[in-house]
């Protein structure tokens, strides 16, 4: 997948000697081509990049054209060789939006909860005549935005009834035949945080929700 907002942190002593040398340009030096640090800044006292967060944005490009995607943007656009009806992938959006089980959609993983709060899910025709999928959530189960697209597409080109997201949503056993679908259409847009004042107290809302320590991932 791809991210035009990562944020990361990491932890430095006060005294440490390469402190005053870490900047962006001099970091860059080393990474390869595909990453880029934009920023280095201190953070606020009580900052997660993970913990802290209200909310990640991502978004889903597909391209429904039957000569496929422009060469260019292949590697970020999927192929979808079958005609979608974006006003049909919003109706059968509008079900999951809320505080929700994702266990359908959801790759298992011991000890982590699957309830999210999904805040936004959106179909729209970019001006490549792509379809796009802008999704944001108070955080994400393992491979459920692309399980989720892989729900909505059959319903998208009618092979599937717009209760079928519903159907899903239901389901308290896993169901093999949903499609997780390839990670390179996918983009992490933006990570939405609170004031600095309720850093700390978000991090430990969070913490406590998931019950799950910090090193597990989401």
């Not at 900052?47 to 943007?73: H, V």
């Not at 999904?118 to 935005?145: G, P």
């Not at 004031?195 to 019950?211: I, K, N, P, V």
Request: glycine residues 6%; contains cysteine.
């Amino acid at each position: 997948m791809h991210a035009k907002a990562q944020v990361i942190h990491f932890d430095l002593r006060s005294d440490h000697p390469e402190l005053g040398k870490l900047t962006a340009e001099r970091m860059n030096k080393a990474l390869p081509g595909d990453m880029r640090i934009l920023r280095i800044e201190e953070a606020p006292i009580g900052f997660d990049a993970r913990f802290s967060a209200l909310w990640r944005e991502y978004s889903y490009t597909i391209s429904d054209d039957p000569t496929g995607p422009a060469p260019l943007r292949r590697h970020e656009v999927l192929h979808w060789p079958v005609p979608l009806d974006v006003d049909r992938l919003n109706e059968a959006s509008q079900c999951l939006i809320g505080v929700h089980d994702f266990f359908a959609f959801c790759k298992e993983k011991p000890r982590a909860t699957t309830i999210r709060e999904l805040q936004k899910l959106q179909w729209h025709r970019n001006h490549e005549n792509n379809v796009v999928m802008t999704i944001r959530a108070d955080a994400f189960c393992y491979s459920m935005v692309r399980t989720i697209v892989g729900a909505l597409l059959p319903i998208g080109d009618g092979r599937k009834p717009i209760t079928w997201t519903q159907h899903l949503l239901d389901q308290k056993d896993k169901l093999s035949h949903i499609q997780t679908m390839e990670a390179y259409p996918l983009t992490l847009e933006e990570v939405g945080y609170p004031s600095d004042e309720e850093l700390h107290a978000r991090q430990g809302e969070t913490r406590a929700r998931r019950g799950m320590d910090r090193n597990q991932g989401s």
